[in-house]
């Protein structure tokens, strides 16, 4: 028997000022898509913002369904629509921003485990590591260079 120890490494921010600029842009348009969350059951409200390497940003939001497994996240929304519809395109950054509609969401909430399997089928696919960035309202900011490093020993193609 032989124990591996698995590590991954993220960069915390204090406040989304401590982030460049054109990262602080991403993530306001993730929280403006936040506001178009459709989300009556949870009242929980996600938004997300992709950056492709054609300069085009995807935006998406949480889609709820009276059905629950039928709705989608925003990180999903975002992500099959960009493929969906620039289907040659890199995905270079994301920023996502959520919280709760009935009491202040402080610390930063990372994707969901589907939404991590959903985006590590692109950067298999492209090669290319995918940048993520997520917060609550306010607070803390978290960087994760690649989706890799939110989901150690992931199931891809190589496995089929
Ligand atoms: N949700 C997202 O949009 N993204 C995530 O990564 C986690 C959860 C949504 C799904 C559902 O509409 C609500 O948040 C509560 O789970």
Redesign the pocket.
Known sequence: MKEVKIETTLQVFDNIKELPEALQALMSQASEARQKAY?PY?K?S?GAALLLDNGEVITGS?Q?NASYPS?L???RTAIYYAGAKFPKAKFVKMAII?GSQLHPTLTPIP??GA?RQAIAEYEVKQDTPIELYFMGETGKVVRSNSLGNLLPLLFDKSAL
Do not use: D, H, L
Request: contains cysteine; charged residues 15%; hydrophobic residues 35%.
């Open positions: 989300a949870s929980f996600v949480n709820e709705g996240c925003a990180e959520a994707p969901c939404c």
